[in-house]
Every structure is written in structure tokens, then in C-alpha cells.
């Protein structure tokens, strides 16, 4: 009898123990969608098409006739001028467009999905370019265009850099040709560099920045023997099924714990949990914490918010890796986007904080397709002394490419030269110094426009409610910007802006902000709130939902 009382107890504990562990978890998840992959994933399947005609695509806020008049005219203004300006560019998109899919994504989700079409139709800029300069790109009608894409981050010190690095590390290695299997002599001062850099004892190469995780992720699994990987609301870790589980992906990612950012809670689990192999961290994500990159599609309405609190994130990585030390679990810093773009050093050295594995890309190899893992030795080795069946597999046929290997060590030499040490010197000062300019010039022009930065990486965000922040994406681009798919929400300089350039961009950011306020689409009312305006989407969508007919409010359905 005592005994069964003992198991029962016993059963009871482990029980309760288990509900904790799992309400731990619970308490870790950031209450928003993008907190809980599953939830958002079911939403997101939920969610009906429906499109504006052209009457509502004036008047999604039910702005009095005058205004919607106002931003008609505005908007048939800019139609013209694109039509007349981007001419060849959109011809030749447009014949590309049945056959590039990448292409037809991409030019569809630049704006919510209620307005895509009627934009789409009317404002072609054109996919193409022909030549890069300075800090500026060259279309194929000869436009030239601040350059603010920075090529998703790759483009850190100017694309003129980058041309040379690829033209001379093609010399080093054009007696080799592409050999693969093989090194090129060049790769031993890069992996030099590279354990110099990252402070870590070994290197491995691959394509793209989603491979280098995958390794990293992989590694950290077969060294600790546990299967999860945590990740943190809303950070990107390239298109990997496990490091993106939510919209986008088909599959549940079983084996990945999303936890709330810079949070007490999400500590909590990794101080309790056994199963947790590695945490990965995004630097980036300093910048907006728990949220998704922000883009265009999803400027529903003014929501959009941003801050970058250096002391506050330092704190919050050095927790982690104290965490992550006393529990054995493996700590990944994916530098892929801001590697060299804070520091010479990386994030490690930007925040002072050491990881065990470094992930890095997009700049490292001079322009040139890469995804780099530097790791302790311990962690990087692939098979096991004692096992010799027990192996952890990666290859990749174009790994350590010669032509990537000679581009990247043209780009770690010439890091290592006066011109870059002078760039990287005072870097926060000068970006902050913009960003703050910039904030100025919009508050005395009287703009509800607001910069946030993390360095050379900025962001927009709104300061009145409104469903038409969006818009302003194609007034930019008629002043000469270049932005990359996602429009407003991230504006990437290269550290070769001048000044002078510097300027150029900002007179053109308030005239393009201007000339959208003057043509109504910051239009205000008491009841415009940004409650209000999801409220009415909402609505929108329940209606379209129950009523499947009624896809295009006010014109024929068009998918
Ligand atoms: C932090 C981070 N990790 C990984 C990736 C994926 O890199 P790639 O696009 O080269 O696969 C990206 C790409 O943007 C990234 O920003």
C-alpha cells in the first residue's frame, strides 16, 4: 500500500514538474502571432483575397471626396512620370514577369495585398538596372538612383569595392579556374582571417547564409544530442525550414522553440529545459525586438515601431551567454547581415560578447555568393574518435569556390587597410548624426515620418495612423531612391556615403514625404486610429471570407 502511495506521489511531481516546464514555455512566447509560428501559420491560411477597386483604392479610409480627389491626382502624377521614366526598365520586367517567380513574389507583396494589383498596374518601376557607381545604380532609361537596397545587406562599403575585389580575386585564381574538391592557396589567409576575426578556432564554407545556419544548427545538435534549436520572435535566419517556422513555410517546425527577445522568461527556459541544443541570435533584431523584418506588405496601418538600445541589447547577450554556458547549450551568433556593417569584428566585437559559433555571409566574399561557419573546435568537428560511424555529414559541390575564395581575400585584405580602419572609425557617430539629422529635417518640415536606426541600417516608422504609409515606397522612387522589395521598412546605405551624398538623400526623402502629404494620403480624422484601422481590415476580411463574391470591393475580381 505504502509503495503504490509512493509511485502515485512520485507520478504526481514528475506530473506537475512537466506542467511547469510546458507553462514555462508558455510564459516564454510573445503574445503576438508572430510569438506563435502554429497560430499564425492557421491565420495566414484564413485569410481571403480581396482586392480595392478604384474608387476604394483612394478612400480605404473612408476619406471625404475632396481627398480621395486629391490623392487620385497624385497618383495618376506619379503614374505618368513613371511611365515616361521607367520606360525600358518595365518593358523589359514585364517580359520576364510570366516566368521568374521570384520576380512575380516580389513585385506583388510590396504593398498590402488590398492594394497590390491597382499599384502594380499603374506604377512600374522596372527590376532592371545596367550599371552601379558610387553610391548610385544606373537603370536601363538611364536613371540614376541613390542606391539605399544595399543588395540585401551585402553592399557595406560601395559597390565599386566589391567590383574590385571580384576583378583581382578572379586574377588570383584564373589559373586554377573552377576546380572544385581542391584549394586555392588563397584560402589559407582567409581562414587565417577568419579565426582571427570570429576568435574561434575553425572555419567551414559554404553558398549562402541559410547553409551556414544549417550547419551551425546541425553541429550544435550532434555535439549536445538534444534536437531543439530556440530562435527569438520575428529574427531571420535565412529560408530554412527549422529557423522559420510560421507563414512561409509548409511544414510545423517540430524541433524549434520561438522565445520572446530580451525577456526573463525566455531565460527561465533556457535555464530549465534539457532539450535545448543551441540558441540562435540575429543582432539585427536589436533594432525592432520581436518583430518580423518590417516590409511594406504588412504596413496595414501605422503600427510600425523600432528603437536600438546598444546598452540594453549588450545586457541582454551577456545574460544569454551566461545561460548558455552554465547549461551547455550552444550559442550561435548569425552575423550573416550585420558582420562587417558594425564592426570590423562583427557583433562580437560591437557588443563585447563572445559566441562559440559565428555564422557570417552576404559580404564576406567581396560580392561573391557565401556563407561562412567559424566555430570551437569542439563544436566544428564532424565525426567522433570513438565512433567512427557516428558522423555529422556536410558537403556542398560549390564550397570554397577559387573565384569566392580569391574575392574574399582581396575583401580581408583590403579590410585590413587604412581606407576601411578610417570607415569603421566612428561609424556609430556619423550614422547616428544622419539618422538624428534626418528626424530633425522631418519634424520641422512637419512630416509624420520617423528614422530608427541600428548604424547603417535604418528603418521608417509613422507617426500618425494611416493605411497609405505604404505610398510613399514609388514618391521615393520618383526622387531617385532605389529601395529593395520591402520598401520603407529597411533603408541599407553603404559606408562610402559621402556627406554630400548624405544630403542628396535626405532633400529627396523630405520631398518625397512632402509631396505625398501634399497630395492627401496622411489625410487625418479623429476616429483614424490604428485600432480603428485594423478593426476595419478585419472586418473587410470576415465579409470577404463570408461572402466569397465579394473579392474585389467596388471592381471585377482580378488574381
Ligand atoms: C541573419 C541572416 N541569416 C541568414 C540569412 C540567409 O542568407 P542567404 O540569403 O545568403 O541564404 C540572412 C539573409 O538575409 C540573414 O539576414
Aim: proline share 4%; aromatic share 12%.
Amino acid at each position: 500500500m505504502t509503495m503504490i502511495y509512493i509511485c502515485t506521489g512520485l507520478l504526481a511531481l514528475f506530473l506537475l514538474r512537466k506542467i511547469q516546464v510546458r507553462l514555462q514555455l508558455s510564459a516564454a512566447k510573445h503574445p503576438s502571432l508572430t510569438g506563435h509560428s502554429r497560430m499564425a501559420r492557421r491565420f495566414a491560411a484564413l485569410v481571403p483575397f480581396y482586392e480595392y477597386g478604384e474608387d476604394r483604392f483612394f478612400r480605404a479610409d473612408e476619406a471625404p471626396d475632396p481627398v480621395a480627389a486629391s490623392r487620385r491626382a497624385g497618383f495618376m502624377r506619379l503614374a505618368g512620370v513613371f511611365e515616361q521614366r521607367f520606360a525600358k526598365s518595365a518593358a523589359m520586367t514585364a517580359e520576364l514577369q510570366d516566368a521568374v517567380s521570384d520576380l512575380q513574389f516580389t513585385s506583388r507583396y510590396r504593398v498590402p495585398f488590398q492594394f497590390s494589383r491597382y499599384a502594380r498596374e499603374q506604377l512600374r518601376g522596372g527590376a532592371f538596372l545596367e550599371s552601379s557607381s558610387g553610391v548610385t545604380l544606373t537603370d536601363l532609361d538611364g536613371n540614376r538612383l541613390y542606391d539605399l537596397t544595399g543588395s540585401y545587406g551585402v553592399n557595406v562599403f560601395g559597390y565599386d569595392f566589391y567590383k574590385e575585389c571580384i576583378a583581382r580575386g578572379s586574377e588570383h585564381v584564373r589559373d586554377l579556374g573552377p576546380v572544385l574538391g581542391a584549394y586555392h592557396p588563397v584560402t589559407v589567409y582567409n581562414v587565417r582571417r577568419l579565426k582571427e576575426i570570429s576568435g574561434l578556432d575553425e572555419v567551414s564554407f559554404h553558398m549562402s547564409g541559410t547553409e551556414a545556419v544549417m550547419q551551425a544548427v546541425r553541429l550544435a545538435r550532434y555535439h549536445t544530442g538534444r534536437r531543439h534549436l530556440v530562435r527569438f520572435c520575428g529574427a531571420y535566419h535565412g529560408w530554412w525550414g527549422d529557423v522559420q517556422p510560421g507563414v512561409g513555410n509548409p511544414l510545423a517546425a517540430r524541433e524549434t522553440y520561438t522565445l520572446k527577445d530580451m525577456d526573463e522568461a525566455s531565460l527561465r527556459v533556457l535555464r530549465t529545459r534539457r532539450d535545448i541544443a543551441c540558441v540562435l541570435v540575429n543582432p539585427l533584431q536589436a533594432l525592432h525586438p520581436n518583430a518580423n523584418a518590417p516590409g511594406d506588405s504588412t504596413l496595414v496601418d501605422s503600427g510600425r515601431s523600432a528603437h536600438f538600445d546598444r546598452a540594453a541589447y549588450t545586457d541582454w547577450l551577456r545574460k544569454l551567454r551566461a545561460v548558455c554556458s552554465d547549461r551547455n547549450i550552444v550559442l550561435i551568433f548569425d552575423e550573416v547581415f550585420v558582420g562587417f556593417r558594425l564592426a570590423r569584428g562583427g557583433a562580437q566585437e560591437y557588443f563585447g560578447v563572445p559566441a562559440d559559433i559565428v555564422t557570417y555571409g552576404k559580404t564576406i566574399a567581396g560580392g561573391l555568393p557565401i556563407g561562412v561557419v567559424c566555430g570551437r573546435r569542439d563544436l566544428m568537428k564532424r565525426f567522433r574518435e570513438d565512433r567512427p560511424a557516428d558522423i555529422c555529414f556536410a558537403r556542398g559541390t560549390f564550397n570554397a569556390h577559387p573565384y569566392v575564395m580569391g574575392s574574399m581575400y582581396e575583401f580581408l585584405q583590403r579590410l585590413d587597410g587604412g581606407p576601411i580602419r578610417a570607415t569603421y572609425r566612428d561609424l556609430d557617430v556619423v550614422w547616428d548624426a544622419r539618422a538624428r539629422l534626418m528626424n530633425d529635417r522631418l519634424i520641422e518640415a512637419g512630416l509624420p515620418l520617423r528614422i530608427a536606426n541600428l548604424s547603417s541600417i535604418w528603418t521608417i516608422t509613422y507617426t500618425q495612423p494611416s493605411r497609405y504609409n505604404w505610398m510613399l515606397q514609388y514618391y521615393l522612387r520618383a526622387e531617385g531612391i532605389a529601395l529593395s522589395w520591402v520598401g520603407t521598412g529597411r533603408f541599407i546605405f553603404s559606408l562610402n556615403y559621402s556627406d554630400a551624398d548624405f544630403a542628396a538623400v535626405a532633400d529627396r526623402i523630405v520631398s518625397a514625404a512632402a509631396a505625398m502629404q501634399r497630395d492627401g494620403w496622411w489625410w487625418q480624422a479623429p476616429l483614424l486610429t490604428n485600432k480603428a484601422i485594423k478593426r476595419r481590415v478585419l472586418k473587410e476580411m470576415i465579409q470577404a471570407r463570408c461572402s466569397p463574391s465579394m473579392g474585389s470591393m467596388s471592381s471585377p475580381r482580378s488574381r
